[in-house]
């Protein structure tokens, strides 16, 4: 190397990694596994790093074998043709839209708690220029076939954007979607030429509570998306399944999205580890969530969700306010991170931190009990307690 180039290479050269760097991973696992505020800050063990190690070296763009035999399972298991690995779940259900979405005006039609119209940072009004049909539940839990007739769009109204695509989302915010009104409204949607997505990003959780095959539950659909980073704890990843044509379609869009990444073969190894040794740690995971759920009710709060990972709660009722149990937390010798009324148990959550977040809770409910709290009457809207489930609080 000339003195030239040394001296390029002497201002590109860079360490990034700490001095204490073993150290700081320790601590960052410990922090992990005290964090209620998502499964998505699950991290890589060493095990699978060392499977992921081990992967093919081919460019994804072109051929990539380990790449390609993790989508030709993916596709196997959940009944489809063919399967394409993507990096977000975010970027597999626009994809999925703009696939399906040919010749507008169309619209998708969805819950309206729904991640791709809370959480896809309107994706798809900019990707596919289609418009949000966002339905509320009547039964406050689940869309039901009633819902979907009473707000879909058939025909030619020229005032309407007519309902091109139905998309559903199991789990969504923690709870199971019963398939048998899936089966209800998938059959009605083809029935009327309407194809049907799932968000199925945490469908290894209703495959784990259910016992039901992935297979199965994806059945009713024409495109799924499932993702590997979260549940089940892989660093990155997703895949979208469906037809050969509609996989071919939607690898187009993947380069056009910018998402035709070159060396994956450790990232879909990674994934292969996590499905293969994760998946049988969900049932703990939510056997732990149980616990937690069942906490919070003696203590007195009150609970929206709890059927697989994830635990909405409402302080108020004990007279205590997010802010002050994110704080107290935030205090401890050994923090916990907590972000609201969210409270998400993954795979590498402690079952000490769950105890130890019930004593925070328990022992402000007893300081506020001390001081005279008395539960107010909760404000009606409709003949129905009005309260925003998802609130954030910043530490």
């Not at 689940?142 to 007739?149: F, K």
């Not at 095959?213 to 660093?235: I, T, W, Y």
């Not at 580890?273 to 994760?278: D, E, G, I, Q, V």
């Not at 205090?331 to 000490?352: D, N």
Request: hydrophobic letters at 40%.
């Amino acid at each position: 190397m000339d003195a030239v180039t040394a001296q390029v290479h002497e201002e590109l050269k860079v360490d990034i990694l700490t001095l204490t760097q073993e150290e700081d991973n320790k601590r960052g696992f410990e922090e992990v596994s005290r964090s209620f505020i998502s499964d998505t800050i699950t991290v890589p063990t060493p095990d699978m790093f060392l499977y992921a190690s081990k992967a093919s070296l081919g460019d994804a763009v072109y051929h990539e074998p380990t790449t390609l035999a993790f989508e030709a399972h993916v596709a196997k298991v959940t009944g489809k043709e063919d399967a394409l690995f993507l990096p977000s779940g975010t970027m597999s259900n626009q994809i999925a839209l703009r696939t399906h979405l040919k010749q507008p005006p169309y619209a998708v039609l969805c819950d309206h708690r729904s991640h791709i119209v809370r959480y896809e940072a309107g994706g798809t009004a900019f990707h596919s220029g289609a418009h949000s049909q966002m339905v509320i539940p009547s039964n406050g839990h689940h869309l039901t076939l009633e819902d979907i007739e009473q707000e879909i769009v058939l025909g030619t109204d020229l005032h309407s954007s007519p309902t091109e695509v139905i998309s559903l989302e199991n789990t969504l915010n923690g709870t199971v979607f019963p398939q048998d009104e899936i089966i209800r409204i998938s059959e009605y949607a083809h029935s009327n030429g309407v194809k049907m997505h799932l968000d199925g990003a945490r469908i290894w959780h209703v495959a784990a509570e259910t016992g039901k095959s992935v297979r199965e539950l994806c059945a009713p659909f024409d495109s799924v998306s499932l993702c590997f980073s979260k549940g089940l704890g892989a660093p990155i990843g997703s895949c979208l399944v469906g037809t050969k044509e509609f996989i071919a379609k939607a690898r187009w869009f993947r380069k056009l999205f910018g998402g035709g990444m070159r060396q994956t073969g450790f990232m879909t190894a990674a994934a292969a580890y996590a499905l293969t040794h994760h998946f049988p740690l969900l049932p703990g995971v939510h056997a732990l969530t149980k616990k937690l759920e069942a906490g919070l009710r003696e203590i007195g709060a009150d609970i929206s969700s709890a059927e697989t990972c994830m635990v909405f709660f409402d302080p108020s009722p004990i007279g205590v306010t997010y802010k002050e149990i994110v704080t107290r937390a935030a205090a401890l010798p050994s923090p916990i991170k907590v972000g609201g009324s969210r409270l998400v148990v993954h795979i590498q959550t402690s079952p000490q931190a769950v105890e130890d977040f019930l004593t925070i809770v328990r022992e402000l409910a007893e300081e506020k009990k001390a001081a005279g709290f008395v539960k107010p009457e909760i404000p009606q809207t409709n003949g129905r307690p009005y309260k925003n489930m998802y609130v954030k609080v910043k530490a």
